[in-house]
């Protein structure tokens, strides 16, 4: 038989696939592998593969065109997870070969609600077994998830601050110009646990920087978590079981600017979420402010207290002197009463007193002496 | 300044002198010193939220350059 060149036998495999496949397209649901984003050409080569007992036994190679480079771009935005080796997908494809590159799958969309509720019954998962493996440090009571870290009692003010993020990240910036600049002047002491917070890793060497701040945790009131700003992607470290667990039964209370307005990660669950690194950094300044306004308030009461303690002894001793003043012998003779003395001593009792009797009846300025003559019963005119 | 006064500890007794004075528990001979007392409490939280502590200082100071 006549060999045939080798361009007419492949050919022939394109004309045999291009029949059967052109202008269909398929969902199919693989995992992807080999992942190779070209952004500069806004192109991605990658792998679709299936495994059985961890073997592979069906590979076939895919790529993003430019025009569909932003499927995975939204795919990012969204989901927060880095379109990676590894993840699960469910997409549209077209079945193409090449003579020279042979056979691809063309993906044209990513189904986002597979992801989204992959991802979401990954986290659901997670959070499931942190509550039934974790009953001392974990509860979930009316969709609150109630735990040992969440729910630890708060220092009186937040000064010592242990901040895990990346370093020079927007997230560190913010907080810390939110936090130095503050209008109060309050000053903060922020020692920095600088590590990577996204990718693989991440869960892992973030659970070493809070083991580090445990290790002297009598100097510090709250450890800080921020990420923020900048991409958006990969929040997976923050879903991450042990990490999440070692989150909750955490002694410090922990406070979290993670930043993503879309998705609440385990991390933020466990601890105390505050969405952005600027607002966890406001309200450590309002919380301290809040804590000078109560001192500010007992101070204005105490020495409002002051004042009146002074006030009304005053004026106890200003009635005290008019109740003296009043009854002195100088008001009562000036009044016209007189004192009548017998030997230098006042009479109060007129038994003492008869016929013959000297007496002196002092008066306002003189003293008038005289001998009694006649003693008369008299009935008191002046009782009140 | 005691060395072992805490947030906790002023803002807890500064609350007792107020309840004390509001109850008409100060006796006016005490009085003088009940007002040192809270200036000294009251001075204590706002200088601390205004000045660093020197240990924590000292642990930033210990922390290597990256």
């Known amino acids: ?384 | 300044m005691k060395t072992n006064l805490t947030y906790s500890k002023a803002y807890t007794e500064l609350e007792k002198l107020v309840e004390q004075i509001e109850d008409d528990k100060i006796q006016l001979d005490t009085l003088a010193d009940k007002v040192k007392q809270a200036k000294k409490l009251i001075n204590f939280c706002e200088n601390k939220l205004r000045t660093i502590e020197t240990e924590v200082e000292q642990a930033i100071k210990d922390k290597p350059e990256n």
């Not at chain 1, 995992?31 to 070209?38: G, P, Q, R, S």
């Not at chain 1, 002196?360 to 005119?381: A, M, P």
Request: charged share 30%.
């Open chain 1, 1 to 384: 038989m006549e060999p045939v060149k080798l361009s007419e036998l492949v050919g022939r495999i394109s004309d045999a696939i291009e029949n059967r496949f052109t202008g269909k397209r398929f969902w199919i649901t693989s995992e992807i592998t080999d992942v190779k984003k070209k952004e500069s050409v806004r192109r991605c080569y990658l792998k679709f593969i299936e495994k059985e007992n961890n073997y592979i036994n069906t590979e076939i190679r895919g790529v993003f065109w430019a025009n569909y480079y932003n499927e995975i771009e939204n795919f990012e935005k969204i989901t927060g997870q880095k379109f990676s080796d590894g993840l699960k997908i469910t997409c549209n494809v077209r079945v193409r070969f090449h003579p020279r590159y042979g056979l691809n799958l063309d993906v044209i969309q990513i189904d986002l609600a597979y992801a989204l509720g992959k991802l979401e019954l990954e986290k659901q998962q997670t959070l499931e077994r942190l509550v039934k493996e974790n009953p001392a440090i974990i509860r979930l009571i009316d969709g609150q998830y109630i735990t040992k870290n969440n729910h630890s009692k708060l220092p009186i003010v937040f000064q010592k601050i242990a901040l895990i993020t990346a370093p020079n990240s927007d997230g560190q910036r913010d907080f810390k110009q939110e936090i130095e600049n503050n209008q109060h002047n309050y000053i903060f002491s922020v020692k920095e646990f600088l590590t990577q917070i996204q990718g693989d890793n991440a869960s892992k060497l973030i659970l070493q920087q809070l083991k580090l701040i445990e290790k002297s945790k009598e100097n510090f009131d709250a450890v800080v978590i921020i990420r923020g700003g900048g991409s958006q992607i990969d929040f997976k470290p923050f879903d991450d079981y042990d990490l999440a667990k070692y989150v909750a039964a955490f002694p410090i209370p922990i406070l979290t600017g993670i930043g993503h307005d879309r998705n609440t990660s385990i991390v933020d669950l466990m601890a105390r979420q505050h969405k952005t690194p600027t607002k966890v950094a406001t309200l450590i300044i309002d919380y301290n402010m809040s804590f000078e306004s109560e001192i500010e308030d007992l101070k204005e009461r105490f020495f409002q207290g002051v004042e009146e303690l002074i006030k009304t002894d005053k004026n106890n001793l200003e009635s005290i002197k008019r109740i003296v003043k009043s009854s002195s012998p100088t008001t009562i003779l000036k009044k016209g009463f007189s004192i009548i003395t017998i030997n230098d001593k006042i009479i109060t009792d007129p038994k003492s007193i008869k016929a013959n009797t000297q007496l002196k009846t002092i008066l306002k300025n003189k003293i008038i002496h005289s001998k009694v003559t006649q003693k008369t019963e008299y009935e008191n005119q002046f009782d009140i």
